[in-house]
Structure formats: C-alpha cells, structure tokens
C-alpha cells in the first residue's frame, strides 16, 4: 500500500468516527460551548462531511442517527441551541424514548408475525 493510499485510508477512519460521534448530543453540546460551531471553518467541514449522506459511505455507518445530527448541524438556529445544555439533554431523552419505543415496536411485530406462523403450521390441510 503506498503512502497515499495509507493517508487516504486514515482519512476516511477519521472521518468516519467523527461523523458517528455526531449521534451523541452530549459531544454536540461540548462542541458548541467550546466554539466550535462559532468557527467558519468548522461549519464548512461539516458540510464537506455530507458526502457521508451517498449510501456508499453510508453504509459504513454503525449508528445512522448520526446523518440526521449532521444534517441539522447545516442550521446556524440548530448549531446555536446545543450550547444549552437542557437542550443537548432533551434531545438525548427524545433518541433513548425512540430506541425503546422501536425495540418494543420490533418486538411485539416479531412475536406477531411468529404467531401467525406457528397458526398456519398447524392448521389442518384441506
């Protein structure tokens, strides 16, 4: 592998991760009450970072949520809010709400579904 190949490949790691980091509120609030989102070029690496939204580096992505946050991060309104915490905290309680909310809601659709299966197994053939 040559050495740009290496780079390039370091890169995208970086890259990855930082963009991941992005699903957690509390990491968005620190960055805000250090200035981050204040930086001119900071605001336009995250914007450069949307190629992230093409489902071939999509897929790379471990948590999804992430592209919904840095989607958000394009609105100055967005970027300023996180500097309050109770704000970064609401939005945290609203992702933990949803993920219950969807596992109990995957659930319940898979015991359903197994249900429906294991009545049509036994049903007498006519």
């Known amino acids: ?42 605001i336009n690496y995250l914007k450069y970072l949307m190629y992230w939204k093409d489902p071939k580096y999509s897929s790379f992505l471990k948590y999804p949520q992430c592209l919904h946050f840095l989607e958000l991060l394009q609105y100055e309104h967005f970027r300023k809010e996180l500097v309050n ?8 309680d609203q992702q933990l709400l949803h993920w219950q909310h969807y596992m109990r809601k995957r659930m319940d659709l898979l015991q359903a579904q197994a249900e429906k299966m294991q009545q049509s197994n036994t049903k007498p053939s006519t």
Do not use: T
């Not at 915490?85 to 945290?92: F, G, H, L, T």
């Open 1 to 42: 592998m040559s050495e740009g190949e290496d780079q390039q490949r370091i890169r995208f790691q970086v890259e990855l991760e930082f963009v991941q980091c992005l699903a957690n509120p509390n990491y968005l609030n620190f960055l805000a009450q250090r200035g981050f989102f204040k930086d001119p070029c900071f």
């Open 85 to 92: 915490a109770r704000c970064s905290k609401y939005i945290d």
